[in-house]
């Protein structure tokens, strides 16, 4: 090889706009809460792995705190955006398996994602949390159910009670499904589904414990 044919060994490194960075350091951010959790995440990782100082890290976030929030903020804004856009339309059991579907769905696409949201958040995070955003399903789940139940002669008043139990297990049965991926999503919603409705098909006007 002669003189005029050498490479040169330094990598050319490609400059980022200022937008890029921003969303290189989200998805960096967004991987290691997800691995390592909030506690256990530095800023000096974060930095380390996008190859960059930490100044810069803090220029646009402003630290750890402020990058948490926003990885939160997008990941409830896409959960909540799934959830919401399942419940338009169809039949009261229709949307109903909708929602368990798409948290599942979420579960499976955004994975690292969903497993920032069920750990506790930083005292200083943002109000946003997981438990906040099911509340919010727990509200449009038990409109649904309310009507159901007035078209049925049943209290209700008792639909909050009965959309909280609903959305509370299709939750924990998607955080349960997070490792395994067994069996597939059609069939977990399915199933919840059937235990929760088919409750709900019989249910009793004026329910007692039993002696």
């Known amino acids: 090889m002669t003189t005029g044919d050498a490479?040169?060994?330094r990598a050319t490194r490609i400059r980022m706009t200022g937008t890029q960075?921003?969303?290189?350091?989200?998805?960096?951010g967004r991987t290691l809460f997800a691995e390592r959790g909030y506690e256990a995440?530095?800023?000096?990782?974060?930095?380390?792995?996008?190859?960059?100082?930490?100044?810069?890290?803090?220029?646009?976030?402003?630290?750890?705190e402020g990058l948490?929030?926003?990885?939160?903020?997008?990941?409830?804004?896409?959960?909540?955006?799934?959830?919401?856009?399942?419940?338009?339309?169809?039949?009261?059991?229709?949307?109903?398996?909708?929602?368990?579907?798409?948290?599942?769905?979420?579960?499976?696409?955004?994975?690292?994602?969903?497993?920032?949201?069920v750990r506790d958040s930083p005292v200083a995070a943002p109000d946003g949390t997981y438990s906040s955003l099911l509340n919010d399903a727990v509200g449009q789940v038990g409109h649904i159910l309310a009507g159901d139940f007035e078209r049925r002669g049943l209290n209700p008043a008792l639909?909050?009670?009965?959309?909280?139990?609903?959305?509370g297990m299709v939750s924990m049965t998607a955080q349960w499904w997070l490792d395994d991926r067994t069996p597939p999503k059609?069939?977990?919603?399915?199933?919840v589904v059937n235990l929760c409705w088919n409750g709900l098909t019989n249910l009793e006007a004026d329910p007692q414990l039993g002696a």
């Open 7 to 9: 490479v040169p060994e």
């Open 21 to 28: 960075r921003r969303e290189q350091l989200i998805e960096i």
């Open 41 to 64: 995440t530095s800023i000096e990782e974060i930095a380390q792995r996008a190859a960059v100082s930490k100044p810069v890290v803090y220029e646009h976030f402003g630290g750890k």
């Open 68 to 117: 948490y929030a926003v990885v939160v903020d997008r990941e409830m804004s896409t959960l909540l955006a799934m959830i919401t856009a399942s419940l338009t339309g169809h039949r009261s059991r229709v949307r109903v398996e909708a929602v368990a579907l798409a948290l599942l769905t979420y579960v499976e696409e955004r994975s690292d994602g969903f497993r920032i949201l």
């Open 159 to 167: 639909s909050p009670l009965y959309a909280q139990a609903l959305v």
């Open 186 to 191: 059609e069939v977990v919603a399915a199933h």
